[in-house]
């Protein structure tokens, strides 16, 4: 069923009201078990992972791209509606809300994985998103988060992945960092990326280490914290040139990354 939406104080599309206050997002999202997908490819990939759709908010004239979608009212508005809904310029046309699935525990992650990647306080979303595209796809089988990061499943971090946070695993580790542990308890080696010239260069790491690997990364700036590196098996830096100190942390877990999976069979 599609509905014209005209005015933006609507009731039945409250679930898209201000997308852009990211307090009131967090307020409102997890609280209440949703999430927003944005542009038609997420939206569809989010279906495709078994996320079960609430609504569909649309430019009036894509109603024709999402005419197949089953199972949840469709509803439309002008582009000047949808601005002033969403507090954006919808240039993508296409929003869905859907429900949350229940959380993962992080025994039942890390039982199907054989590399993971782990964040500490990584509270920017973008970079959340980056992430998990590149774990994604460059041979990661899941993310682990410290309890300080950002919601993976938050309109921009999902927009940025490609909606690859839905094809990836992941779980929250609580309490930080006492559940490290786990890991090594699965039999996983604790790689702690840093910048400091004495850590070992990624690809001298031994063969022992490489073998089921859990690379810890930390938020831009402060990196991760003393417990973290304390908590490690061995500390790993990218090797950098021309006095630059390390890359955005998206940019270093893709190297990484694809450091411990360039000798995967293609």
């Not at 005209?6 to 999202?29: C, G, H, N, P, V």
Request: charged share 25%; aromatic share 6%.
């Amino acid at each position: 069923m599609t509905v014209l939406i005209t005015t933006a104080d609507d009731d039945r599309i409250a679930d898209y009201r201000s997308l852009t206050d990211l307090a009131l997002r967090t307020r409102f999202e997890p609280p209440n078990g949703l999430f927003i997908a944005e542009g038609e490819l997420v939206v569809r990939r989010a279906l495709r992972s078994g996320y079960r759709l609430r609504s569909v908010l649309v430019d009036a004239k894509r109603v024709d791209q999402v005419a197949d979608i089953e199972g949840a009212t469709v509803y439309a508005a002008t582009p000047d509606v949808l601005e002033a809904i969403t507090g954006f310029h919808v240039h993508r046309g296409v929003l869905a809300s859907f429900h949350r699935k229940d959380p993962v525990p992080v025994e039942s992650v890390l039982s199907e994985a054989r590399r993971v990647l782990i964040l500490e306080d990584v509270n920017n979303h973008t970079n959340i998103g980056a992430v998990f595209r590149g774990a994604a796809g460059l041979g990661m089988d899941a993310v682990l988060l410290s309890p300080t990061c950002a919601d993976p499943l938050y309109r921009r971090a999902v927009r940025v992945s490609m909606g690859e946070v839905f094809a990836l695993p992941y779980a929250f580790l609580d309490p930080w960092p006492d559940s490290l542990q786990l890991l090594r308890d699965n039999g996983f080696s604790l790689l702690a990326l840093t910048p400091d010239p004495s850590a070992t260069p990624i690809q001298a790491l031994d063969a022992s280490l490489r073998r089921r690997p859990a690379l810890l990364f930390g938020a831009e700036g402060p990196g991760l914290s003393r417990h973290a590196l304390d908590g490690s098996d061995a500390r790993v830096r990218i090797p950098m040139t021309r006095g630059v100190d390390s890359l955005n942390v998206a940019a270093s877990a893709a190297v990484a990354c694809w450091e411990l999976t360039r000798t995967d069979p293609v």
